[in-house]
């Protein structure tokens, strides 16, 4: 689970893990299941914190490292160049607030970090942005589930039922995207 959400936030093929779903369940599981995360709560939004802080610190780094090459970079199976596009029109947007913002929107969680390295933002900086938005997220999210799992203790009998549904709700940014830019392209070629 840790590794999800680092490899989530801090790696670039990390996009397409299913992060939101499982920091939701995760908290859903620690008030219906414990016998399966044997941790408190508290120990579960630390450790998830935790593990959201370090991968984009790993991003940022690879980030400034890779630099201005990442956005000559060909498309490939799992990435596309349109995704480092769509991360810096929100950061040309929103500035930093896209590392708090991107928190809840798969695409740009996982290419804010290594933007923000690409685009040099300071170290300092990046990591108010970073703290700040790791805990709004992680907190929120197992939280919503944490709670709901004790108010409605039998919620854990349609986990499969939600996790297909976390899934949908949380591909429709990222499909929407993909419409949008597929139309764009058509348009430039037509």
């Known amino acids: 689970m840790l590794f999800v959400i680092f490899a989530e936030t801090g790696l670039l093929l990390g996009f397409f893990l299913p992060g939101d779903s499982l920091v939701f369940i995760s908290g859903l599981l620690c008030a219906t299941r414990p016998d399966l995360l044997h941790v408190s709560i508290y120990t579960l939004v630390i450790e998830l914190t935790i593990a959201a802080i370090l991968g984009n610190i ?32 929100f950061y040309a947007k929103h500035g930093g607030k896209t590392l708090i913002l ?23 900086r990046f990591m108010v942005y970073n703290i700040i938005g790791a805990l709004l997220w992680i907190s929120a999210l197992t939280l919503i589930g944490y709670y709901l799992g004790t108010t409605i203790p039998w919620i854990k009998n349609y986990l499969g039922y939600i996790v297909i549904g976390l899934i949908i709700i949380t591909s429709i940014p990222v499909i929407r995207t993909w419409l949008r830019e597929r139309n764009l392209s058509a348009r430039k070629k037509g």
């Open 102 to 124: 991107g928190r809840f929107l798969p695409i740009i969680r996982t290419f804010a970090p290594i933007l923000a390295g690409v685009i040099q933002i300071g170290f300092r």
């Open 58 to 89: 790993a991003g940022y780094w690879f980030g400034k490292r890779v630099g201005p090459a990442l956005f000559k970079r060909e498309d490939a199976f799992l990435f596309k160049k349109r995704y480092v596009t769509i991360t810096h029109d």
